[in-house]
């Protein structure tokens, strides 16, 4: 993949599988959708940042995350608009955030200026960093996918906490089955009134549902989140199902 072309680079920032859902559970989750508060004013557009792992070990998701993220706008544009920042950490301290775009192809662009590289996490900044944003202008969601975590919990879970009072959920994907990470996470979400779950390593398709579901939810709310889940034949809904795990 092509390195960074610093005319299009994004600015750095100065910050094994669950089981199948039963039939009670999603209605559980279901019920708590019902239960979020609205993401956007009519007439809005939403805001979501996409943040993504961009270590090594994150190659081969990267490359389908760069085909998949058009479905995000898909579904969006049918319910009423995304704008999308992508922000990726990698290498050594290097953690940068793009413009926001509104068109899937100007994401596309943008993400295939970039490869993955070794590095440690630094999801603290991710986070960090959509605090600073939605005090500038709502954000809506931020969506994290990555495989890995090696900070501070509590350093994280505060940041997390603040995320939840300016009610910006954090929605996490995490690849793989590493149960440190996986504790992680589900605190983040549960934190911010997010949601967390897992997909298969290179397993395409969960992906594209998690994100088009993010999409939808950040695009037009509780609303469009149940319509969506509504629409797949209970297959959207298992995933949705794992997305919380705890009372709001």
Request: with cysteine.
């Amino acid at each position: 993949m092509a390195k960074d072309r610093p005319d299009s680079a994004p600015a750095p920032l100065n910050g094994e599988l669950p089981e199948t859902s039963s039939t009670g559970e999603i209605n559980a989750f279901l019920e708590k959708v019902r239960g979020l508060q609205p993401t956007t004013k009519p007439g809005q557009r939403g805001r979501l940042i996409f943040a993504l792992d961009a270590t090594m070990s994150r190659q081969p998701t990267w490359d389908q995350a760069c085909v998949l993220q058009a479905d995000m706008f898909r579904e969006a544009a049918a319910i009423g608009g995304l704008d999308v920042q992508l922000v990726y950490y990698r290498g050594l301290g290097e953690c940068r955030a793009s413009r926001w775009v509104s068109e899937a192809n100007c994401l596309a662009d943008l993400m295939e200026t970039i490869d993955c590289r070794g590095g440690q996490t630094q999801i603290a900044k991710v986070l960090g960093h959509a605090r600073r944003e939605t005090e500038k202008v709502k954000v809506q969601a931020l969506v994290f996918v990555g495989d890995a975590m090696e900070e501070s919990v509590d350093r994280l879970c505060a940041v997390a906490g603040e995320l939840g009072i300016l009610s910006v959920p954090v929605f996490l994907f995490q690849e793989g089955a590493d149960a440190l990470v996986e504790q992680a996470f589900r605190e983040i979400a549960r934190l911010s009134h997010g949601a967390y779950c897992r997909f298969s390593p290179g397993a395409a398709d969960e992906l594209r549902e998690l994100l088009r579901a993010a999409a939808a939810y950040a695009a037009g709310g509780l609303k469009a989140l149940d319509d969506l889940s509504r629409r797949q034949n209970g297959g959207a809904i298992r995933l949705l199902a794992q997305l919380t795990s705890s009372p709001r």
